[in-house]
């Protein structure tokens, strides 16, 4: 029989990693992950790489260099994670090459500093495009209103992306409408639409956290009742908006060029409420051509006890639309909620920038 994660594989769904780490690398934790369960791909925000540097001594040799040469905490924050993910890229190209170019990748996020400022985000993303200099990165940028248009102009310079930090189902069709305007735009440019790929990243569980956060504070049965349905019930009514999107005579004229959708990803799917089941995120969101990128501990427990049973996505959309229009009934505003989630991500990842440069500023200060 198959183990969950190859049923899950064996579904459409592409199993990733969300971490990354100097130590997972040169013990080859990665690697025995891609041998041991199915994983295809790796992502990375400032929150993973902030914990990383805080862990062992992985980075010590690295750091010793960049404090000798007296760079800045800025050229040295880039000078880390790009090492990371120039690693991971490699590590992965087997399945980038096997895959064709759809899986095997990894993600490396602008600044997040600059998640409302377009021509900065634009400029990074380039910077960044050259310094890991591998054909299986995705450069990650946050689906803020001014992070559209730099979407638009990453893909139309023939650079991958992974758009990250969507929350509502509005900004999601923005999201493709970018990658849409994008693909264009390469393809007017001269490039090679089959060599541009991206995912968006669609937040799962955040959407519980704040929703239920809410239904607690009513406080009636019949709201306690509708808690952790929310996340999954704009997660399937985004697979909804995928489906339709993806079917337009704008996208058949792009694919009859050589582009390959842009698959939604299920980011943030580790259980926040203990209440809940610890791979809900996974199972009741199996759907062909979508990736669902786990922190170790998710991936871990799927492996172990999820029960994988086909598409748990497309039947159910009419499901989902009942219980948002419940959650409205109850009180919750939901264009309130993916506001609400869509600011605090940008600060929270902004934090854990500014965390991670307070953190190598001490290390290399040590070194030195």
């Known amino acids: 029989?198959?183990?969950?994660?190859?049923?899950?594989?064996?579904?459409?769904?592409?199993?990733?990693?969300?971490?990354?780490?100097?130590?997972?690398?040169?013990?080859?934790?990665?690697?025995?992950?891609?041998?041991?369960?199915?994983?295809?791909?790796?992502?990375?925000?400032?929150?993973?790489?902030?914990?990383?540097?805080?862990?062992?001594?992985?980075?010590?040799?690295?750091?010793?260099?960049?404090?000798?040469?007296?760079?800045?905490?800025?050229?040295?924050?880039?000078?880390?994670?790009?090492?990371d993910i120039r690693w991971a890229a490699d590590v992965l190209r087997p399945v980038y090459e096997a895959s064709n170019g759809v899986d095997g990748r990894v993600s490396l996020e602008v600044d997040p500093r600059l998640a409302r400022e377009t021509e900065r985000t634009v400029a990074e993303a380039r910077a960044l495009w050259w310094l890991v200099d591998r054909p299986n990165l995705f450069i990650k940028i946050p689906a803020t209103e001014q992070g559209l248009p730099a979407i638009t102009a990453a893909l139309a310079e023939g650079i991958s992306v992974n758009v990250t930090l969507i929350f509502s189902l509005e900004r999601y069709r923005g999201v493709m409408d970018a990658f849409m305007s994008g693909l264009e735009q390469a393809?007017?440019?001269?490039?090679?639409?089959?060599?541009?790929?991206?995912?968006?990243?669609?937040?799962?569980?955040?959407?519980?956290?704040?929703?239920?956060?809410?239904?607690?504070?009513?406080?009636?049965?019949?709201?306690?009742?509708?808690?952790?349905?929310?996340?999954?019930?704009?997660?399937?009514?985004?697979?909804?908006?995928?489906?339709?999107?993806?079917?337009?005579?704008?996208?058949?004229?792009?694919?009859?060029?050589?582009?390959?959708?842009?698959?939604?990803?299920?980011?943030?799917?580790?259980?926040?409420?203990?209440?809940?089941?610890?791979?809900?995120?996974?199972?009741?969101?199996?759907?062909?051509g979508t990736v669902n990128t786990m922190p170790e501990a998710t991936l871990e427990a799927v492996a172990d006890h999820a029960a994988i049973t086909g598409d748990t996505v497309t039947g159910g959309y009419a499901g989902a639309r009942a219980d948002i229009d419940a959650l409205a009934a109850a009180g919750v505003d939901y264009d309130d909620v993916v506001r609400v989630l869509e600011d605090e991500g940008v600060e929270k990842f902004e934090k854990s920038w500014e965390g991670l440069l307070a953190g190598l500023s001490e290390q290399l200060s040590a070194q030195a």
Not at 15 to 30: A, F, H, K, P, Y
Not at 77 to 82: D, G, H, N, P
Not at 225 to 244: D, H, P, V
């Open 187 to 288: 393809r007017a440019n001269g490039h090679d639409l089959h060599d541009i790929q991206s995912v968006a990243s669609f937040f799962v569980s955040r959407v519980d956290t704040e929703a239920d956060k809410r239904l607690d504070a009513i406080g009636t049965a019949e709201a306690k009742a509708l808690k952790g349905r929310a996340a999954i019930a704009n997660a399937r009514l985004a697979y909804e908006a995928y489906e339709e999107r993806f079917a337009t005579e704008r996208w058949r004229a792009l694919a009859a060029s050589g582009a390959a959708p842009q698959r939604p990803l299920w980011a943030s799917t580790g259980v926040k409420d203990p209440d809940l089941d610890d791979t809900l995120y996974v199972t009741e969101l199996v759907a062909p």
């Open 1 to 83: 029989m198959a183990t969950p994660l190859q049923a899950l594989t064996g579904s459409g769904v592409a199993v990733w990693l969300d971490d990354i780490s100097r130590e997972r690398l040169r013990t080859g934790n990665l690697a025995q992950l891609m041998r041991e369960r199915g994983v295809v791909g790796v992502t990375s925000n400032p929150t993973i790489f902030e914990k990383a540097l805080k862990e062992g001594d992985a980075y010590d040799d690295q750091l010793h260099d960049l404090a000798i040469r007296g760079v800045s905490v800025e050229e040295a924050v880039r000078a880390v994670t790009a090492y």
